[in-house]
């Protein structure tokens, strides 16, 4: 089962035992049972009302881990030449070994990355950046923007980007919202792709200009 470390990621995001059961592919008792050891090592808050909150020591472990698990995610893409996809997996088991020495010497290795290869801050108290991003779902047919950020890093979100090119630092433009929640139809480098809803709000963009829509012709 995933150690204390893999519940600090996740909990960053999910509060409920519910949703860390869904994500982390658990039993609800197995997740009760490890937020009861948390808690009584002082890293969580938790109670069915209010969910899981971590605490103050426990963001501090947590903002460690996370920082180290990009690294690893830096050193597996950037030096080993990893894909992109299979470099979360691998680096969830890596960031368990990096100690802080380990991490010095990982920092000038791969020369002070900002960002994991998916655009994940690699500081996670680094503000700088993001203020201006928006989820590819908050921009209109025409609109163009710059992809930052991939939230979802599941090796099937990654191995589709990486199939259509999207990366960070890519530029994309939202060609057609289907209705009722349907998928986007956006353009990567003069090729128009689907997205799903899910996957959309998962793309975390910089705005740029809305140029409307362009004739279907200019597109052949």
Same mark, same amino acid.
């Given at each position: 089962?995933?150690?204390?470390?893999?519940?600090?990621?996740?909990?960053?995001?999910?509060?409920?035992?519910?949703?860390?059961?869904?994500?982390?592919?658990?039993?609800?008792?197995?997740?009760? #049972?490890?937020?009861?050891?948390?808690?009584?090592?002082?890293?969580?808050?938790?109670?069915?009302?209010? #969910?899981?909150?971590?605490?103050?020591? #426990?963001?501090?472990?947590?903002?460690?881990?996370?920082?180290?698990?990009?690294?690893?995610?830096?050193?597996?893409?950037?030096?080993?030449?990893?894909?992109?996809?299979?470099?979360?997996?691998?680096?969830?088991?890596?960031?368990?070994?990096?100690?802080?020495?380990?991490?010095?010497?990982?920092?000038?290795?791969?020369?002070?990355?900002?960002?994991?290869?998916?655009?994940?801050?690699?500081?996670?108290?680094?503000?700088?950046?993001?203020?201006?991003?928006?989820?590819?779902?908050?921009?209109?047919?025409?609109?163009?923007?710059?992809?930052?950020?991939?939230?979802?890093?599941? #090796?099937?979100?990654?191995?589709?980007?990486?199939?259509?090119?999207?990366?960070?630092?890519?530029?994309?433009?939202?060609?057609?919202?289907?209705?009722?929640?349907?998928?986007?139809?956006?353009?990567?480098?003069?090729?128009?792709?689907?997205?799903?809803?899910?996957?959309?709000?998962?793309?975390?963009?910089?705005?740029?200009?809305?140029?409307?829509?362009?004739?279907?012709?200019?597109?052949?």
């Amino acid at each position: 089962p995933p150690i204390g470390g893999q519940f600090y990621s996740t909990i960053y995001t999910l509060v409920t035992s519910t949703e860390l059961a869904h994500e982390l592919a658990l039993a609800p008792p197995s997740v009760l #049972g490890m937020l009861k050891r948390l808690e009584e090592q002082g890293l969580v808050s938790y109670t069915k009302q209010t #969910g899981v909150v971590l605490t103050g020591h #426990g963001r501090l472990c947590a903002d460690r881990l996370r920082r180290r698990h990009r690294l690893a995610e830096r050193l597996l893409t950037d030096l080993l030449g990893m894909p992109w996809e299979r470099a979360h997996d691998i680096a969830c088991r890596f960031e368990h070994v990096i100690d802080d020495e380990v991490e010095k010497y990982l920092l000038t290795a791969l020369n002070h990355p900002d960002t994991c290869p998916h655009g994940n801050p690699i500081n996670s108290t680094d503000n700088k950046a993001g203020k201006s991003w928006q989820p590819l779902t908050a921009l209109s047919p025409g609109q163009i923007g710059r992809l930052s950020r991939i939230i979802d890093e599941s #090796g099937d979100t990654l191995n589709y980007l990486r199939q259509i090119k999207l990366l960070p630092g890519v530029e994309i433009r939202v060609h057609e919202i289907a209705p009722s929640g349907g998928p986007l139809t956006v353009e990567v480098e003069g090729e128009r792709f689907a997205l799903s809803r899910a996957m959309a709000d998962q793309l975390l963009v910089e705005p740029g200009e809305n140029t409307g829509k362009r004739p279907e012709s200019s597109h052949l």
